[in-house]
């Protein structure tokens, strides 16, 4: 018995396998020999409940995304090896191609030829081929990007282009057992169909919206030798074991249908340790020793930054913040009112109030001369006037400073009034912020007085 390995391109990559029927497989393949970046499709074939078939292809159908380039070459590579059965319980396996919805080539595993290479064969279908015997030439495959415009057209021409859009950018593998046939005969494939640089553009309401980017063109023909060829063969059940559904696309219009995930951004390391871990070779150590330092930093040193001191710097700032404001909320004399809208207003004058009045009645009798005399007297210090202070001290102890004005009366000079003590009366008080408005904190028998003279002087 011959080696199988002789009879097997251990250069190829391995293909893709349908559960149900191990050992058959199939891929798209470059002209150098290698595959295509393939994607299983998230999509499962619809079952139709109580419908049989439907049951039946959902498991035997396997569809697969691969990404292309335009004007790029491509073959379709065929294998039947391990485990499938030695005995093969059919004379040959057929593998009827579909490209673009329309038949291409039909691929023969022979059962003795099967056996003769050692239960193995395999078979690559690079284009299209052509007529028989020496006449026989075979146009290579080649993936054709799409071009769209937006011209308007009739709907029946838009349904017709529609019907031929939707088998585009598909390859069809299936594969049934068969029995018996004769050898020899004509192939039913045809060129027409296929892309070309006339047909290529579409418009883009025929494509529905679908993500469809490429097709298929045939290449310049050449000679070749066309290979085993059977008619009139019988189909076991007529329903095929395996169907292989390659659905071709651009990389974008993969990403477009999530086929291919958008590549996410680089994700910047959480903390600085592992990115240093990760660009250096400490030994463990020394990795030890870099772990304890930059845990040292994360701690809160006293007085630090850390949340801990922020929450507890925040508290003491709320608790100050309400002392301040329940002592601004305390009673407050009338007086210290009025004081503290002057001092607010930088002012803390002497006011002089006219207390001049006739209480006779007899103004009109007078005349103007005599209250123009009145007036002169006030001018030069003399009448019924007082001159009252009335900047008062907020100290609490207002009625033991106070003292009742005396009114100076006719040629009398009038009286000053002091309703603050002179400093040198002042409880002595051994504060170096004098003439400031502070009050301490300490209880309110402590408190130093309000201290504000130096600004009325």
């Known amino acids: ?6 009879f097997l391109d251990l250069s190829l990559p391995k293909g893709i396998h349908a559960a149900p029927v191990p050992g058959i497989t199939a891929q798209i393949i470059s002209r150098n020999k290698k595959s295509f970046p393939s994607y ?27 990404a292309v380039t335009n004007d790029t070459p491509f073959s379709i590579h065929l294998r039947v090896d391990r485990p499938y059965p030695q005995n093969m319980d059919c004379s040959k396996l057929q593998f009827e191609i579909f490209v673009d919805g329309k038949f291409v080539w039909d691929a023969w595993c022979h059962k003795p030829r099967y056996q003769e ?47 031929s ?35 290529r553009e579409v418009p883009e309401t025929a494509l529905k919206g679908e993500a469809k980017s490429h097709g298929t063109t045939l290449d310049e023909g050449r000679k070749t030798i066309r290979g085993d060829v059977w008619r009139d063969t019988n189909k076991h059940g ?25 590549s996410p951004a680089p994700s910047r390391s959480s903390s600085p340790e592992n990115e240093y871990h990760a660009n250096t070779d400490l030994s463990a150590d020394q990795k030890k020793r870099v772990e304890d330092l930059l845990r040292s930093f994360r701690k809160p040193a006293g007085g630090g930054g850390g949340p801990s001191s922020q929450r507890k710097i925040k508290k003491e700032n709320e608790s100050g913040s309400r002392k301040r404001i329940k002592r601004e909320e305390e009673p ?8 503290r809208r002057r001092v607010a207003k930088g002012k803390g004058k002497a006011v002089i109030i006219d207390l001049i009045a006739d209480n006779s009645g007899d103004d009109q009798k007078s005349g103007s001369s005599e209250m123009a005399a009145k007036r002169r007297r006030v001018a030069k210090g003399k009448g019924k006037a007082v001159k009252i202070d009335l900047i008062a001290d907020s100290s609490g102890e207002d009625e033991e400073k106070f003292e009742f004005p005396n009114v100076a009366i006719d040629d009398e000079e009038p009286e000053v009034v002091k309703l603050i003590k002179d400093k040198d009366d002042e409880d002595d008080v051994d504060d170096e912020d004098d003439g400031l408005f502070v009050q301490d904190n300490d209880p309110r028998s402590k408190r130093p007085l309000w201290r504000g003279l130096d600004l009325f002087k």
């Open 165 to 199: 859009m939707a088998k585009i950018g598909k390859i069809e593998i299936k594969v049934y057992r068969t029995t018996y046939g004769k050898k020899g005969g004509d192939v039913k494939n045809s060129m027409k169909g296929f892309l070309t640089k006339n047909n």
């Open 1 to 6: 018995m011959p080696r199988r390995n002789e």
């Open 238 to 262: 007529e329903l095929p074991i395996i169907i292989f559904r390659f659905l071709y696309r651009s990389e974008e219009a993969l990403r477009s249908l999530h086929i291919i995930e958008h």
């Open 117 to 163: 290479n050692g239960n193995v064969w395999e078979e690559i279908i690079g284009g299209l081929k052509l007529g028989k015997g020496k006449g026989c030439e075979i146009k290579d495959f080649k993936f054709m990007g799409l071009k769209t415009n937006e011209e308007s057209m009739s709907y029946t021409t838009l349904q017709r282009i529609r019907k």
């Open 40 to 66: 299983p499709s998230p999509d499962k074939e619809a079952i139709v409940e109580g419908d049989e078939l439907s049951e039946y292809f959902s498991t035997r159908t396997v569809t697969t995304y691969i």
């Open 332 to 339: 407050e004399s009338s007086e210290m009112a009025a004081k």
